[in-house]
């Protein structure tokens, strides 16, 4: 490990500073100097973007652990699915996935299209603000059957949308009164959730599955709760973000082009941005040797640039997708048995609610899109936009 390339740094901070200052910056900086290195934070970090090194970083569950990673720094995420290892998060995956696939997605189209009718906006709106309240929307809608009250979700979700340190400090009495809520929603739950799915109540996890599929109450309560979190700045900012390209790109604004849109839009700002893991035993990846305890790091954001596999990466061109997508190349949702969860519904939330501006007259105003990375990769925002509804909607 030692001797890999570093982009410059401070000889007594390292890269420290930096990291705080402008992480992007510094990650691209570091990619400029090999395809694997290294940066001083708090401790040593070994980054790759390769292909090769996303395969052994993502596929080997053993050796590449969740427990002691980057993720552990917030307590929104240092819990549930999220911070489990193998071999109780293949269990636990299996039961998750059981709800969350393309499948009963599909069944939620309704609830999410009627929030977003309630939520339309009129003439001119800043993007981010509004997708920060529809997506909340949404997810309250599918997980909890819109019971949770809409000022305690936009509590106890707000410190995600603020600069770091706001999402990695501990708020107790903030997650007990969010976790009273889900328990209250989870002990009575609204027919055709996920919250009623996830304890059975519904029958939705159909027969042979129901005693794998349905969790305990704390579990389902601990799970919904890390959902909510994972699923709502990641969610939030792509939209903004969609939104924001749709309104300078009316070619691409009809609803069948829209997955196109999404993908591109994932690609060239991949909310999560960079992923983490701890090695559990010395291994060589890529030619470099990692003893166990490394940190290591794998970024969609420094993959989806990397001109080798995305000729003229920083061009919004959906039209790329038709040629298909290089493997271990395009990880908005990360990939394999870890991948994200929650990507069928997070497409499927993008998809109902870009589908409106499809028609009508969009425009973008102007704003400030520049990258801003904290927990999650957003604009900086705000992004002014005007939307005139078609005859008919008005
Ligand atoms: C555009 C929106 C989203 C993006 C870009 C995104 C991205 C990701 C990525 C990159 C990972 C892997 C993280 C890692 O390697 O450590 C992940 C994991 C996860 N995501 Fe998402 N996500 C999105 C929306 C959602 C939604 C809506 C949910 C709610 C169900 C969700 C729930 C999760 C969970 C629970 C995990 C952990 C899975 C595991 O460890 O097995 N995400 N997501």
Not at 109 to 138: I, K, S
Not at 141 to 154: C, N
Not at 258 to 269: F, G, K, M, N
Not at 277 to 290: A, F, I, K, T, W
Request: with cysteine; proline share 9%.
């Amino acid at each position: 490990m030692n001797g890999l390339p570093q982009p410059p740094g401070n000889r007594l901070v390292g890269h420290l500073w930096r990291w705080t200052t402008d992480p992007v910056g510094l990650l691209e900086a570091g990619a400029g100097t090999g395809e694997v290195f290294q940066l001083r934070l708090w401790r040593p970090v070994v980054v790759g973007y390769r292909p090769d090194w996303n395969r052994a970083v993502l596929s080997d569950l053993e050796t590449f652990r969740n427990a002691g990673s980057l993720s552990d720094l917030t307590p929104y995420l240092a819990a549930g699915v999220v911070h489990s290892d193998v071999p109780a998060h293949d269990q636990r995956r299996r039961a998750l996935n059981l709800h969350l696939h393309a499948g009963r997605v599909q069944e939620w189209t309704g609830r999410l299209r009627e929030v977003v009718a309630r939520q339309l906006p009129r003439g001119r709106f800043e993007a981010v603000a509004w997708a920060e309240r529809v997506v909340r929307g949404m997810l309250n809608a599918v997980l909890f059957g819109d019971a949770v009250p809409e000022r305690l979700l936009a509590r106890f979700l707000a410190p995600l949308q603020r600069s770091i340190p706001a999402p990695l400090l501990p708020r107790p009495r903030l997650f007990r009164r969010m976790e009273a809520a889900i328990g209250a929603v989870v002990a009575d739950p609204v027919p055709g959730t996920l919250a009623a799915a996830l304890v059975g109540v519904d029958g939705s996890a159909g027969a042979g599955e129901a005693s794998d599929a349905a969790l305990g109450t704390a579990d389902a309560v601990e799970e919904l709760r890390v959902m909510l979190a994972a699923g709502y700045d990641t969610t939030t900012y792509t939209l903004a973000w969609a939104l924001w390209y749709l309104a300078a790109a009316p070619r691409w604004r009809a609803p069948d082009l829209l997955p196109a849109v999404i993908d591109e839009v994932t690609r060239l700002y991949p909310a999560g941005w960079i992923g983490s893991r701890v090695v559990s035993r010395d291994v060589q990846v890529c030619g470099v040797e990692l003893p166990t305890g490394t940190l290591v790091v794998y970024s969609p954001y420094l993959t989806h640039r990397d001109p080798r596999l995305w000729p003229e990466p920083l061009c919004f061109r959906p039209e790329r997708f038709a040629a298909g997508r290089p493997a271990w190349g395009f990880i908005p949702f990360a990939a394999g048995r870890r991948s994200c969860l929650g990507a069928c519904l997070a497409r499927a939330v993008l998809r109902v609610a870009l589908e409106p501006f499809c028609a009508g007259e969009l425009v973008r105003v102007g704003g400030d899109a520049t990258l801003k990375a904290g927990v999650t990769l957003r604009p900086r925002g705000p992004l002014w936009i005007s939307w005139t509804p078609p005859q008919g909607l008005t």
